[in-house]
């Protein structure tokens, strides 16, 4: 089992819509976590930091499920611009372990 | 403002040829880190240098050796080139702390095709 896994998917998503996606861990004992966005051929950028309180950044929220070892990012009012590939980040024995990502795209 | 750049953006070698990523950043970043990223994986920490003068092996370092020239420069070098080494390369730096620091700049990435 991967430390890390995500739904590559594609996510389909019409524009406007509410979509949202999940990442599993597997060291129960992470403690920092984090959403990445990287868009075709370009550099992954920090989209935001997950809390155990949550976190919510605009049409971004952020949710850390510790009992079942998720985190999970809702994007809400999707625009085109948010079509890219998303990427859970998780730290493990001292080091970040990147899940190979979520693409989302949205469509017109 | 520059950021972190990392030249070149593409490369093809043969086996066993040579070569050195090299990569500079202006922020005044203490840490840099070199990753690869292969299709259907995360990326994958290769090394890092907390600050200048340390280096440390991340998860995939066979094959690779780094020099951190100086505060601003972090350079990759791969000795003999194999396949398995075809990958984009992205360097990154962070304000400070190791190799969970949470916030990383990322270069534009090198492409690499060894054949």
């Known amino acids: 089992r991967k430390e890390v896994e995500q739904d590559p998917g594609p996510f389909n998503v019409p524009e406007g819509a509410t979509v949202a996606f999940n990442c599993t861990y597997s060291n129960s004992a992470s403690q920092s976590f984090f959403w990445y966005r990287q868009d075709c051929r370009k550099e992954p950028k920090l989209l935001m930091s997950?809390?155990?309180?949550?976190n919510e950044d605009g049409r971004f929220t952020a949710q850390l499920n510790r009992a079942s070892q998720y985190i999970s990012l809702l994007i809400r009012d999707s625009k085109l611009s948010d079509s890219a590939t998303y990427l859970c980040v998780v730290d493990s024995n001292y080091q970040l372990i990147w899940g190979a990502g979520t693409k989302l795209i949205i469509k017109p | 403002n520059a950021g972190v750049t990392q030249t070149p953006k593409f490369q093809v070698l043969k086996t066993g040829q040579s070569m050195t990523l090299q990569c500079a950043q202006d922020m005044n970043h203490n840490s840099m880190y070199w990753y690869r990223q292969d299709p259907g994986m995360g990326l994958r920490l290769i090394y890092y240098?907390?600050?200048?003068?340390?280096?440390d092996k991340g998860e995939v370092p066979n094959g690779y050796n780094v020099s951190r020239l100086n505060k601003r420069e972090f350079s990759l070098r791969l000795e003999s080139a194999a396949p398995s080494q075809t990958s984009v390369y992205f360097c990154?730096?962070?304000?400070?702390?190791?190799?969970?620091?949470?916030?990383?700049?990322f270069g534009s990435g090198t492409q690499l095709s060894v054949l």
């Open positions: 990154a730096s962070s304000e400070a702390g190791g190799p969970t620091n949470e916030k990383l700049f």
């Open positions: 997950v809390y155990s309180s949550g």
């Open positions: 240098s907390a600050s200048e003068g340390t280096t």
